[in-house]
């Protein structure tokens, strides 16, 4: 039961484009469409931003997408603004268990 | 409104035992899995057990399994976790949250967490 492999920092300036990977394995996240990523502030709750890979769930700015290619899904952040600095993980349904990732910090300068 | 309330942490000493407890509002509690998930301040999140919607399926972290029991009731619309031999790596946040498609499939909706401390 590895996590998921994570940058544990990303960055970029307002306005710009982000994209954190998250690398597992075929029997995890290249062998199901369950990848979900989460947003989590300082002293808060994790929030739901994409589910089944490509999903956003009501709420959600459209800023935010979700793929995926084999054993990497990746998680882009457009049009960066002040309030997406924060820690994002994602996770993999792998067989009667789930992972996640070790997160990844996002600052934005 | 929406909402998952975490209660039951607390300090316990290595080797006890605790049982949280999630209670569910505003939505059919009995129409969705559930799952339990911990996170060690400062660090990252730990998926730890997870139940059906009826409560007859069960899964569990490896870390955790043998010590660790998840359970519902679904006529008092609450979700439990039973934990026992518990080690100091066991202390965490602990949060519970609604897996609305599929049993381990993604959390849409989390409680705010309840801190378990194992220590002498």
């Known amino acids: 039961q590895s996590a998921l492999t994570q940058p544990p920092s990303a960055s970029g300036s307002p306005g710009q484009s982000v994209t954190i990977s998250c690398t597992g394995t075929?029997?995890?996240?290249?062998?199901?469409?369950?990848v979900s990523w989460y947003q989590q502030h300082p002293g808060r709750a994790p929030k739901l931003m994409i589910y089944e890979v490509t999903k956003r769930p009501s709420g959600v700015p459209d800023r935010f997408s979700g793929s995926k290619s084999g054993n990497t899904a990746s998680l882009t952040v457009s049009g960066l603004q002040a309030e997406d600095e924060a820690d994002f993980y994602c996770s993999s349904y792998a067989g009667g268990i789930l992972l996640f990732g070790g997160g990844t910090r996002l600052t934005v300068l | 409104e929406v909402q998952l309330l975490e209660s039951g942490g607390g300090l316990v000493q290595p080797g006890g035992s605790l049982r949280l407890s999630c209670a569910a509002a505003?939505?059919?509690?009995?129409?969705?899995?559930m799952t339990w998930v911990r996170q060690v301040p400062g660090k990252g999140l730990e998926w730890v057990s997870a139940?059906?919607?009826?409560?007859?399926?069960?899964y569990y972290a490896d870390s955790v399994r043998g010590r660790f029991t998840i359970s519902r009731d679904n006529s008092k619309n609450t979700l439990y976790l039973q934990m026992s031999s518990l080690r100091a790596g066991d202390t965490a946040v602990y949060y519970c949250a609604r897996d609305p498609k599929n049993v381990l499939s993604a959390f849409d909706i989390w409680g705010q967490g309840t801190m378990v401390t194992v220590s002498s």
């Open positions: 505003g939505f059919t509690f009995s129409s969705y899995a």
């Open positions: 075929s029997s995890d996240v290249g062998a199901y469409n369950y």
């Open positions: 139940i059906n919607s009826g409560g007859g399926s069960t």
